[in-house]
């Protein structure tokens, strides 16, 4: 006979599927597109990214969730129209950041003669995470949305809470993913094949990022 499945597994399943669908999102790929052309090691750095970016996605989209739903505050739609703003100028910073000024963004200050990379590996670290952390403002009322009738009576009341971990997994896993297939399409570019991916991929984040916020004001 087959066992029915606990609420508690259910509601980790029904976040873990919401996060993967969450992480690829064009808004997330577009950032972390961007972000994942400038690494050194172009493989390995691609998927480091997306990690990195996941994280702080996770961290603050759980964190806050978290934080309004036991202190029983609800997010406004004005709220969340400013929060969608604030991530399409973070989408169109890292665009700019990427044409301009990419040893900045790289190293977090601009690229010295004879100057090493790798001592300054952790400002690109630092800036993929604050990037993934602030793109997750914006999604933080959907979550509040999607969970009340996972807290809220029946079965799934305490149960529930797991939707928070699998929510936060499936963005991991998600962005994960989308590193791995960038990352893999990178690996068979030459470096100036590879520089014009680069600048086409930071067009298209510019563009996406004006319109998130052009249609939102």
Same mark, same amino acid.
């Given at each position: 006979?087959?066992?029915?499945?606990?609420?508690?597994?259910?509601?980790?399943?029904?976040?873990?599927?919401?996060?993967?669908?969450?992480?690829?999102?064009?808004?997330?790929?577009?950032?972390?597109?961007?972000?994942?052309?400038?690494?050194?090691?172009?493989?390995?750095?691609?998927?480091?990214?997306?990690?990195?970016?996941?994280?702080?996605?996770?961290?603050?989209?759980?964190?806050?969730?978290?934080?309004?739903?036991?202190?029983?505050?609800?997010?406004?739609?004005?709220?969340?129209?400013?929060?969608? *703003? /604030?991530? $399409?100028?973070?989408? @169109?910073? +890292?665009?700019? &950041?990427?044409? !301009?000024?990419?040893?900045?963004? #790289?190293?977090?200050?601009?690229?010295?003669?004879?100057?090493?990379?790798?001592?300054?590996?952790?400002?690109?670290?630092?800036?993929?995470?604050?990037?993934?952390?602030?793109?997750?403002?914006?999604?933080?009322?959907?979550?509040?949305?999607?969970?009340?009738?996972?807290?809220?009576?029946?079965?799934?009341?305490?149960?529930?809470?797991?939707?928070?971990?699998?929510?936060?997994?499936? *963005? /991991?896993? $998600?962005?994960?993913? @989308?590193? +791995?297939?960038? &990352?893999?399409? !990178?690996?068979?570019?030459?470096? #100036?094949?590879?520089?014009?991916?680069?600048?086409?991929?930071?067009?298209?984040?510019?563009?996406?990022?004006?319109?998130?916020?052009?249609?939102?004001?």
């Amino acid at each position: 006979m087959c066992r029915i499945v606990s609420p508690l597994f259910l509601a980790f399943l029904l976040g873990l599927g919401q996060g993967m669908l969450h992480a690829v999102g064009p808004d997330h790929c577009a950032a972390m597109a961007t972000l994942g052309t400038l690494g050194p090691s172009r493989r390995r750095a691609a998927f480091l990214v997306a990690l990195r970016f996941a994280i702080g996605h996770a961290a603050v989209l759980g964190g806050v969730a978290t934080v309004c739903l036991l202190a029983g505050v609800g997010l406004s739609e004005t709220f969340e129209r400013w929060a969608e *703003i /604030l991530g $399409g100028a973070v989408l @169109v910073a +890292l665009a700019v &950041a990427a044409l !301009l000024f990419p040893n900045t963004l #790289r190293h977090g200050h601009p690229h010295l003669p004879g100057h090493t990379q790798e001592p300054h590996s952790h400002h690109h670290e630092h800036v993929t995470t604050a990037a993934g952390a602030l793109m997750a403002v914006s999604g933080v009322r959907s979550l509040l949305l999607a969970l009340p009738p996972l807290l809220v009576g029946g079965s799934l009341a305490t149960s529930g809470w797991t939707y928070l971990p699998g929510f936060a997994l499936g *963005i /991991l896993l $998600g962005m994960g993913a @989308v590193g +791995l297939l960038f &990352a893999e399409g !990178l690996s068979r570019l030459g470096t #100036r094949l590879a520089e014009q991916v680069q600048r086409v991929v930071a067009l298209g984040s510019a563009a996406l990022g004006v319109f998130w916020i052009a249609t939102r004001l």
